[in-house]
């Protein structure tokens, strides 16, 4: 498939500008298909837009130039998490503490940090052919600079699925565990999501 253009669209933008322009999205946010995570397809189709409306979330379209594809997605949002240190170098250790709470008893790092809460290709009629997985997280974490230079911080970080090949994904694009998670999730059940950060 030839190379084109993209595009990153809050999806704020469609929706202010009314019942026309949400109904425009509502439409193209159901030609999403990602049936290796029904969930990521899910959030899209039945969330995103909600969670954006009260401010829990914002989700970032990609689009080719010409509207004419949606190629994928991702949401951010600001979440608190608990960090153990043990896990980094004392460089990343005292980065993370200029934006800490430190625990004295436990020695874990208390602090907000930006979440990619979403991220997935469109593999409808193989527009997921357009971007790789990492152009889109890197389109991601474009997109938390941009705020980082707004508002400050300099973590970020995702929980995937317990997935070797996920994890080395993330690790490859220096992302680095730090915790696990119990879920639950529609279609999984209670489930272990695997936490890793990187320092921006």
């Given at each position: 498939m030839?190379?084109?253009e993209l595009v990153v669209q809050n999806i704020r933008d469609f929706l202010?500008?009314?019942?026309?322009?949400?109904?425009?999205?509502r439409h193209v946010l159901s030609t999403f298909s990602c049936k290796r995570n029904i969930d990521v397809e899910r959030f899209l189709k039945e969330q995103a837009i909600d969670f954006t409306k009260k401010n829990q979330s914002v989700t970032y379209t990609v689009f080719t130039s010409d509207y004419v594809d949606l190629i994928g997605y991702f949401t951010i949002t600001i979440k608190p998490i608990s960090v153990n240190g043990e896990a980094f170098s004392n460089t990343v250790k005292r980065k993370i503490a200029?934006?800490?709470e430190q625990n004295p008893e436990n020695g874990n790092y208390s602090l907000s940090a930006y979440l990619v809460a979403q991220l997935g290709k469109n593999f409808n009629n193989d527009?997921?052919?357009?971007i790789t997985g990492e152009q889109l997280l890197g389109?991601?974490?474009e997109k938390i600079e941009e705020m980082q230079y707004m508002a400050g911080g300099m973590?970020?970080?995702?929980?995937?699925e317990n997935e070797e090949k996920l994890l080395e994904f993330y690790e490859a694009n220096r992302f680095k565990r730090f915790d696990t998670k119990e879920t639950q999730s529609g279609t999984k059940g209670i489930h272990t999501l695997v936490q890793l950060l990187k320092v921006l």
């Open positions: 030839e190379n084109k202010s500008r009314g019942e026309g322009g949400e109904h425009w999205l200029r934006v800490s527009v997921n052919e357009l389109l991601a974490i973590v970020v970080f995702l929980e995937a």
